[in-house]
């Protein structure tokens, strides 16, 4: 059981990339991770999405800094996402994350497609066009977000 | 209060020397992002330890790949232990981190500066080498955790 969901896990990292980066003891693990290189993500896209939608004051070090965390973070989250994943810990992965595995890559490609271009775009100091990659990356995490991501999250 | 919370946080962002990166809405946040991003930090740090200690086969590539991930973590943190966050959602970080914030900030500095050297003994696809940069990591690691980190989580 522990090889097999060991082999998911390596498979899945196949696919994001990461080659052997993937290597969970157990679900939990994997879903905490994944959850928690969302937030650390979220958090820096965040900081300059603020910045896009005048919500925060524009500051280009900021923005570049914050643009590169991100760009480093996106391809993260996806090697937590092996076959088996989907009980050990609360959380808002829908079913169709595995049954639709192959929409549900493509969408996640996208979205790292689009957050590289984003932190290419940060480090350019012109608010217009980090404005245009922010509402692409924005585009991206709404698509997936719809089909994949629950309202609320799991019992376990 | 807000106000007080956001300019102890852009405080602390500076002594980081992550700048204007960190702009949490609430302590929460703040909890939530630290605590996030130390998980993703040990993950990746942690695949190259156990192939340090014989748990795992040792992968160069992978060795690589994770030292550089987590060398970028290393700082992220710390932005998150901003004045006002000692509650607001259930954490381990006792209150000496703030009373004792000087010490604090210098055993964050040594891990910090511990995995920059790790980050670069990673590369080296020296099993030897990588050995060395792990122990020293640990120590940092142990160091702060023996005097900053509670064994149980607070309430809230």
Known sequence: ????????????????????????????????YRQS???????HFGR???MAQG???????????NGAIAATMA?????????????GRPNRAKPEV???????????????A?????GEASKTGNLDTIKAAVGDVGKT???CHDDYRAEQYSAN
Chains 1, 2 share one sequence.
Do not use: N, R, Y
């Not at 689009?114 to 984003?118: G, Q, S």
């Open 37 to 43: 290189a969302f937030t650390v993500l979220a958090a």
């Open 75 to 87: 391809p993260l989250p996806f090697a937590g996402f092996g076959a088996g994943t989907d009980k």
């Open 1 to 32: 059981m522990k090889k097999t969901f060991l082999a998911a896990v390596a498979a899945a990292a196949c696919a994001t990339s990461l080659g052997a980066a993937a290597q969970f003891q157990k679900p939990e693990d994997a879903i905490k």
């Open 114 to 118: 689009a957050m590289v271009k984003f």
């Open 55 to 65: 919500k925060a004051p524009f500051d280009a070090k900021a923005a570049a800094d």
């Open 98 to 112: 595995w049954s639709k595995a192959a929409d549900f890559k493509a969408k996640a490609d996208d979205m790292q």
């Open 141 to 143: 995490c709404k698509a």
């Open 48 to 50: 300059v999405a603020a």
